[in-house]
Structures are given as structure tokens and as C-alpha cells.
């Protein structure tokens, strides 16, 4: 019997051995030869995760809300106008970074199980003169997945950039940054991008470098401006020591092995692989009778599921049953339905077995909690999806 329990939240999520070695190396200078390279490959390798070939990447200490407010801090000054699509509490979030430096805000929200549409951005575009729209690819109170190909040339035709907040989908959710002309893309190492956490990861296309180049104002923090960290990063890449304030320097040796692994896989089969987990998961829930968050699977997110306990189940109980199981889920994260639901992470490393696991996990919990159901009619449900796929 395993003692450690099975990590399926919306992150932080499991992390393969070699990562965690690489984590555990013995801590060397950050000026050192050997970090340098380290550090200067992951930044290239970076621009191949995020499918932007002629991005700026940044890697700096903190959580993915650091990376957002470095996104805002340098991007926006005071008086500025932004559009911020909303799909559930990290949306909201974006909208009061961006208040706080001085920035007007206007709102789009989606009703809560659904993606923003096009025409609804496009009306507001047109109404108003905006220097930005942000949007949640997947936010993660909520598990939907805004589709985003076609917002980065609708935005420019306004006239207004694109920055992505792609914590909870950067290298699990097909995204094509350049391909797509989305402005800025971040996200944190602890989500699909399978590192511990701890490291603030953002991409910054050309129009985004220069809208913090032309600025009329300084960016109104110091640590976040990239004043102080676009040397560092073109140093570090062009194998130079540099300094503005120390890096994590284990937590960039993990990337450094995280991101090989994810290349390795390849992202168009890493995309594919998140959309069958997602699929066989989708499944198992529809099979089972459960309702969730979502309401149509083409913005489900393929990276976490957002299930509601069925009527008159108690859901701590369904929770601690399914833990006893030998599996963690999330409790939910969204205000206005924070204790009717729960959520599935099943970004990263994770593979068909351990989607059957957990929904053998689930199925056994619902069975104790008395919610009625032919058991085994999920695991089918899923197996069939894992098994068509080799087809
Ligand atoms: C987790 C998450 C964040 C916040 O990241 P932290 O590392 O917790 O600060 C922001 N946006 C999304 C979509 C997330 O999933």
C-alpha cells in the first residue's frame, strides 16, 4: 500500500521523479557556468512550450499571481482602458490587478457554466477604445476553457492587445501563442507545467514588449518591471551572468527538467493526450448521472473537471471518502457555488490510469454515500473512450 496519496487538484499536481531529483541537486551560485546554461535552455525551451517563436520569455520567483501583476504592472498605465473577460474568480482577480494600477475597467462576464462569446467582445471593442483584453483560458473555479484562436486578430483590429492568463492551461490546453496572436501568455510553474511550486513564467510577444518600451509612465513596481529583468533574461540566454535579484535556482534546474520532458512528449501529442483525459473523465460524469459546472464539453477545459455533489449528498463526506480512497480532489473555489461542487485536476504527467482510479475512487465513495447508480457504469463509460482512442 502506497503511503503518499494520489495529487488530482487543479494544482499544485504530481510531479515526475526526475523533476523532483533535479529539484533536490545541490544549490550552486546563480553566476556558476552550469545554472547559466540551465537557465538560459529553459528560456529557449519556453518559447517552444508556448508555441511563440519570436517571444520574450521571463522566468521569475513567485505564483502565477505574480506573473499576472507582472503582466499588468508593465503593460498598463494609469488611465488606461481594459476589457476583461470573466469566466469565474480568476477573471475578477485580473479586473482588480488591473484597477490597482490606476486602469479603468469594463467587464464582460459570462453566466456562470459559460465561455464568453465573440460578438459580445467585438460589441464592447467597438463601443469603447481599449490598450487590452485579458482572458482566463481556463479559469480554474470554474473548468471552462475559453476558445481563444481567433481573440488575438479580433482584439487587433480594435487596436487592443491580448494578455492570457495560462496558469491553469499552458502546456496542458492547446494554445499557439504567435499562431494565434495572443500579446502576452503566463502562467506558473506548479499547473501543467508540472514544476513545484514557486516560479512566475510569462511570454511576451513583440506588440507587448513594445507597449511597455513606449511607455509614458514607469511601471509602478519594482520588482515586476521588466526594466529590471529584460537584461537578465538576454543575458542568461546569451550564457552571460547577470543579476537583479536571485533566481530560485533549484526551482529553474526543475523546469529545466520538466520542460525536456514536455518537449520530449511533443506538444501537439501533449494537447491530444490532455483532450482524451478530459474526454474519458467527461464521460464517466455523463455516464454516472453527475451535473457539472460546464455546460457544453467544447469549452470544458481539459485540465480539470468541475463536478457538482449530487442533491442530498454531503460533499465534505463524498470528499474525505474518496481521500480515504487514496486520492485528493479540490473542494470548489468559486463564491457563488464555493460548497456544491468539486473539482479534478488532471493536468500533467497524468495518463488514462489514473483517470480510471479516480472515478473507481469516485464511484466507490458515491456508492457510501448513498447516491444511486449501476456501479462500474462510469469506469465503462471511460474505459471505452481509452480504448476507441487507440483506434
Ligand atoms: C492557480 C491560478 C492562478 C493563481 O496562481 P497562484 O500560483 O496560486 O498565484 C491564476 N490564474 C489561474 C487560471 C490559476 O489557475
New binding site residues.
Given amino acids: 500500500m502506497k503511503r503518499r496519496k494520489l495529487l488530482m487538484i487543479?494544482?499544485p499536481i504530481e510531479f515526475e521523479p526526475s523533476v523532483l531529483r533535479a529539484m533536490g541537486a545541490q544549490t550552486t551560485s546563480h553566476v556558476a557556468a552550469d545554472f547559466i546554461e540551465i537557465f538560459g535552455s529553459s528560456l529557449e525551451m519556453m518559447r517552444k512550450v508556448f508555441l511563440a517563436g519570436s517571444g520574450q520569455p521571463f522566468i521569475v520567483s513567485g505564483?502565477?499571481?505574480?506573473a499576472?501583476e507582472i503582466a499588468i504592472a508593465n503593460l498598463v498605465e494609469p488611465g488606461d482602458r481594459a476589457l476583461v473577460l470573466v469566466t469565474g474568480y480568476?477573471g475578477d482577480?485580473f479586473a482588480e490587478i488591473i484597477e490597482r494600477y490606476g486602469a479603468e475597467v469594463d467587464r464582460i462576464k459570462a453566466p456562470l457554466g459559460y465561455s464568453v462569446e465573440l460578438e459580445d467582445i467585438e460589441r464592447k471593442l467597438k463601443s469603447n477604445r481599449y490598450k487590452l483584453v485579458t482572458v482566463?483560458q481556463?479559469?480554474?473555479s470554474t473548468g471552462i476553457a475559453v476558445d481563444v484562436r481567433h481573440l488575438g486578430n479580433l482584439a487587433h483590429k480594435y487596436g487592443a492587445m491580448v494578455v492570457l492568463?495560462g496558469?491553469?492551461s499552458v502546456a496542458g490546453e492547446e494554445l499557439r501563442q504567435e499562431e494565434w496572436n495572443i500579446d502576452l501568455v503566463l502562467t506558473?510553474s506548479?499547473?501543467a507545467i508540472s514544476v513545484p511550486?514557486g516560479l512566475a513564467l510569462l511570454m511576451a510577444g513583440p506588440r507587448a514588449i513594445d507597449a511597455w518600451k513606449f511607455r509614458k509612465t514607469p511601471v509602478l513596481n519594482y520588482y515586476a518591471d521588466f526594466t529590471n529583468w529584460l537584461p537578465v533574461m538576454e543575458a542568461y540566454e546569451a550564457r552571460k551572468p547577470s543579476y537583479f535579484a536571485t533566481p530560485a535556482i533549484n526551482l529553474v534546474g526543475a523546469l529545466n527538467e520538466s520542460l525536456k520532458l514536455i518537449l520530449d512528449e511533443g506538444m501537439d501529442a501533449r494537447f491530444t493526450r490532455h483532450r482524451l483525459l478530459r474526454d474519458g473523465m467527461q464521460d464517466a460524469i455523463k455516464a454516472l448521472g453527475l451535473k457539472q459546472v460546464p455546460v457544453r464539453r467544447d469549452f470544458t477545459a481539459t485540465t480539470l473537471s468541475a463536478i457538482y455533489y449530487p442533491d442530498g449528498i454531503d460533499g465534505q463526506k463524498l470528499l474525505a471518502k474518496i481521500n480515504s480512497e487514496g486520492i485528493i480532489f479540490a473542494g470548489g473555489l468559486h463564491p457563488e457555488i464555493k460548497n456544491r461542487y468539486f473539482r479534478i485536476g488532471h493536468m500533467g504527467p497524468f495518463s488514462p490510469g489514473e483517470i480510471i482510479y479516480a472515478i473507481s475512487a469516485m464511484e466507490s465513495a458515491l456508492v457510501e454515500c448513498g447516491y444511486k447508480f449501476d456501479v462500474g457504469i462510469g469506469l465503462t463509460a471511460a474505459e471505452r473512450t481509452f480504448i476507441n482512442s487507440h483506434h
Fill in positions: 487543479p494544482g505564483s502565477g499571481t505574480l499576472m480568476f482577480r482566463t481556463v479559469d480554474t492568463d496558469v491553469c506558473a506548479q499547473k511550486p
